[in-house]
């Protein structure tokens, strides 16, 4: 059994009782991903938690099978993987949550302080991505990258270690894996280089100004180009994402897969969001940072699951993979019928060699 | 008695700055993670012997001894493991913890800095690497005793961090006195530190702390008894939460704030 199978087969054996299964949304397995290591990387969306109480203001609108406890299912499933595979020396299960973990937008009010949330909201989530570790509890040991919606008045949830950005360890000190929330309000203005800041604002020229701000007023500016309270109702008036893809084939282990299911994208294309990373990743002033080898960014914050590679001949090759949501719906076609279905977004993605995926995890089919 | 209260606070003062915590275990960097330990016993079966500071005394060498393992999960109220304390006699609280947790007070990584090779250790990597690795992480992140699945930007971190760094590795810097040692960091443009709490250790066990701030963190040095200048460093993280960064939404909308069908994620 490969890592993928042992995944697959660790979140079929959590679905089969709930009529679940997965769906391959977008894949590559290709050399170019430039993997040398045999780690396996998970890589769990954005979830914006928010509170039972504050939630009954949103209605339906919120974190996605939340009753069920799902997704603390599917990842406590690979406690026992993550152990199995360190005990026996084979590799690690590298956990990265992409930000946006609580929506402490949604979930405090202006004279509201972190400590509001109860220790037990979602507390099995909490547990098993992070704070299991200091509780004697299964822990995957995750690292939880700062999204937009993770601080409040510029105070952070003092229990997650929050980290800013993140490459893969690498035995040779050549990163392959690039991981960000993604986006253009990140903290990650303050500390990177400039290589980093610049497409940081920029990718998101869409909805914002493309400028680069002094850090004295930093803080200043980004309150006054974020979106008013108001803004986030509207936001959630058409919360449906169609995934940018031609059939979902069901994964089960060892199951043969299309080895390619994601968009191309030209080196010059100016009108995508990859197109701000590829320049900052092929820039003269990547070299002496981590970022020289990189060959592949995981990222959030759009909440559209998908990938998008570049790959012109001779040149550098970068794939993009936006690992999706936890929240809001999507719309695919099914690979066998090409029926296209509803349902809400459960989004995770796997990398291990050089194999790239994202699930779509389903239930009650 | 009130005159006494800031003779000892004096001691450990280092200006009219700010006040630095050393914090929990998981949150400072005060030792090398990727070395392993093992404990010197004479008197019974023992983990591990010296092979050379001892060699009157029988048993494997330090580098074929068993390793322990203290990961961050040994720091838990709750943990058991690697060892499972228990009262002699009578029973534990009512709640169920263990009474206690034996686990490794570190005292700091040893100065000067080294960026030698660990020797018969083919995983581990050299003191200043390590503690680049940490710097690297962030603030927000408690890998004091675990470094993280993931890392930082080492490489970017490592050149930053060089003048600090370079500094930390020698020997006529370490042992200068305090007055000295000020004013060759303070070259660098570093924020010095009022005062250092530190639990860990009484006020008498130590001769002399300082601490300095760089970039988002503070760097404690530590002089103890009988030995020459600062010998033990102690990096404690800012924490991100201090930075006056806000995300929140601005209670009024810009002009260029135009409705998307995305909205704003």
């Known amino acids: 059994m490969t890592a993928h199978d042992d995944i697959v087969h660790a979140w079929t054996s959590v679905l089969a009782p709930l009529h679940g299964e997965l769906r391959l949304v977008a894949r590559l397995a290709d050399p170019l991903i430039g993997n040398d290591t045999d780690d396996a990387f998970l890589f769990v969306p954005d979830l914006h938690l928010v509170s039972a109480a504050r939630q009954q203001s949103f209605g339906n609108y919120g974190f996605n099978h939340r009753a069920s406890g799902l997704l603390a299912q599917l990842l406590g499933s690979l406690v026992r993987v993550r152990n199995d595979w360190v005990n026996s020396g084979t590799r690690k299960l590298v956990t990265v949550q992409l930000g946006d973990f609580f929506d402490l937008w949604r979930e405090l009010g202006p004279f509201q302080s972190t400590s509001g949330i109860p220790d037990d909201e979602h507390g099995a989530l909490r547990d098993v991505l992070y704070r299991g570790v200091h509780r004697g509890r299964p822990c995957l040991k995750a690292t939880l990258l700062l999204g937009n919606h993770d601080s409040h008045s510029g105070t952070l949830l003092p229990e997650v270690p929050f980290q800013l950005k993140a490459f893969n360890r690498s035995p040779s000190n050549q990163p392959f894996l690039f991981t960000t929330h993604g986006d253009c309000f990140d903290l990650l203005e303050l500390q990177m280089p400039d290589w980093l800041q610049e497409f940081v604002v920029h990718f998101a020229g869409r909805l914002t100004p493309s400028n680069k701000y002094s850090l004295d007023s930093w803080g200043r500016s980004t309150a006054s180009i974020n979106k008013p309270v108001s803004a986030l109702h509207d936001a959630i008036t058409t919360p449906l994402h169609a995934l940018d893809q031609l059939g979902a084939v069901r994964v089960t282990p060892g199951a043969a897969l299309p080895a390619r299911l994601l968009r191309d994208v030209a080196a010059n294309d100016t009108t995508r969001r990859f197109s701000d990373y590829y320049r900052a990743f092929t820039s003269p002033a990547i070299q002496g940072t981590d970022g020289a080898h990189v060959r592949v960014v995981v990222a959030g914050h759009t909440h559209i699951a998908g990938m998008m590679l570049c790959a012109p001949p001779g040149g550098r090759p970068l794939l993009l993979v936006d690992a999706g949501a936890w929240i809001e719906q999507c719309t695919y076609p099914l690979a066998e019928t090409g029926a296209t279905v509803t349902e809400p977004s459960a989004q995770l993605a796997v990398i291990h060699g050089n194999d790239a995926r994202i699930y779509q995890v389903r239930v009650g089919v | ?265």
Not at chain 2, 15 to 29: E, F, K, L, S, T
Not at chain 2, 127 to 134: E, G, I, P
């Open chain 2, 1 to 265: 008695m009130r005159a006494w209260g800031v003779v000892c606070l004096a001691l450990v003062s280092c200006g009219g700055g700010a006040d630095v915590h050393v914090q929990a275990p998981v949150a400072r960097y005060d030792h090398n993670r990727s070395r392993p330990l093992c404990v010197v016993m004479s008197d019974e079966p023992a983990p591990c012997v010296p092979a050379v500071a001892a060699p009157d005394v029988s048993g494997p060498p330090v580098a074929q001894a068993p390793k322990l393992r203290f990961g961050a999960e040994s720091y838990a109220p709750q943990s058991r493991a690697p060892y499972d304390v228990q009262y002699a006699q009578g029973a534990a609280g009512e709640d169920g913890l263990p009474p206690a947790q034996l686990v490794p007070i570190y005292t700091g990584v040893a100065l000067p800095l080294s960026a030698a090779p660990i020797p018969g250790c083919a995983l581990c990597v050299s003191d200043r690497s390590d503690l680049t690795d940490y710097l690297a992480s962030g603030p927000g992140v408690l890998a004091g005793v675990d470094a993280p699945d993931t890392q930082g930007d080492t490489t970017s971190t490592a050149a930053k961090a060089r003048p600090v760094l370079d500094l930390l590795s020698r020997n006529d810097v370490t042992s200068l006195s305090r007055k000295q040692l000020v004013e060759t960091f303070s070259r660098l443009g570093v924020e010095w530190a009022g005062h250092v709490f530190d639990s860990r250790y009484p006020a008498a066990a130590i001769v002399d702390v300082c601490a300095f701030r760089w970039d988002a963190f503070w760097f404690v040095l530590y002089r103890f008894p009988e030995k020459k200048g600062f010998s033990r460093l102690v990096v404690v993280p800012t924490g991100l939460a201090q930075d006056p960064v806000s995300k929140r939404p601005s209670s009024q909308p810009m002009p260029q704030e135009l409705p998307t069908p995305r909205g704003n994620r």
